[in-house]
């Protein structure tokens, strides 16, 4: 493993070190602001050329819901199912370009709308509980689940990351009825912060 870098390994060059994984996100509201049409930020090309250049090997995790496909009005909303399709097609058009080992699906889905801080700016959960319209965890982990079920069936070219859970109390809940529902992948990921037991 390398590292995780939140917007831009441009200007880090000298760091970088060969044979290394080096994970980058890229925010699907920030490349099909309008449905069907993509944008790239040059720092993604940027990302994937330095890696490339260095030996490594890049896994992006792919987030965040455009204005047009979120399910509820909040930055970090997920999809509405009728756009699961259009977040398959997002990712499989970010292999193609970018070539990455691995694609990781969204980031810390196993949390409550609610409990988001800024939810108009917040990009960084994933946050596909909706505890606010009384959703439980598993009602959540469902969502989640069919989602990467689609994505899954219909994305090739690079390994699967699912998860990137948060690792709360309740994360046990929301991940097995993301695999009731279906759900699957050739990792699972999950972050381990201090807090938690």
């Known amino acids: 493993l390398g590292v995780h870098?939140?917007?831009?390994?441009?200007?880090?060059?000298q760091?970088?070190?060969?044979d290394r994984m080096y994970q980058?996100?890229?925010?699907?509201?920030?490349?099909?602001?309008?449905?069907?049409?993509?944008?790239?930020?040059?720092?993604?090309d940027t990302n994937a050329a330095l890696v490339r250049n260095h030996g490594g090997q890049l896994i992006l995790t792919v987030k965040m819901a455009p204005d047009w496909a979120k399910a509820w009005d909040q930055k970090n909303s997920p999809p509405k199912p009728?756009?699961?399709?259009d977040y398959a097609r997002f990712c499989q058009m970010v292999i193609d370009r970018y070539h990455p080992w691995a694609i990781e699906l969204w980031n810390e889905p196993d949390m409550q709308r609610s409990k988001v801080e800024n939810p108009a700016e917040n990009n960084w959960y994933g946050a596909w509980v909706d505890d606010i319209a009384g959703e439980t965890?598993?009602?959540g982990g469902t969502r989640y689940g069919e989602c990467m079920r689609l994505v899954?069936?219909?994305?090739?070219?690079?390994?699967?990351?699912?998860?990137?859970?948060?690792s709360h109390q309740f994360s046990i809940r929301f991940l097995q009825a993301a695999f009731a529902?279906?759900?699957?992948?050739?990792?699972?990921?999950?972050?381990?912060?201090v807090p938690y037991s």
């Open 5 to 13: 870098e939140a917007w831009t390994f441009s200007g880090a060059e």
């Open 15 to 18: 760091y970088m070190v060969p």
């Open 24 to 44: 980058v996100p890229i925010n699907w509201d920030m490349a099909e602001q309008t449905r069907g049409k993509y944008t790239m930020l040059r720092a993604w």
């Open 82 to 85: 009728e756009y699961y399709a």
């Open 137 to 139: 965890w598993e009602q």
């Open 152 to 166: 899954t069936e219909q994305v090739t070219g690079a390994k699967i990351i699912i998860g990137a859970l948060t």
């Open 181 to 193: 529902a279906g759900m699957g992948g050739d990792a699972l990921s999950y972050h381990c912060y």
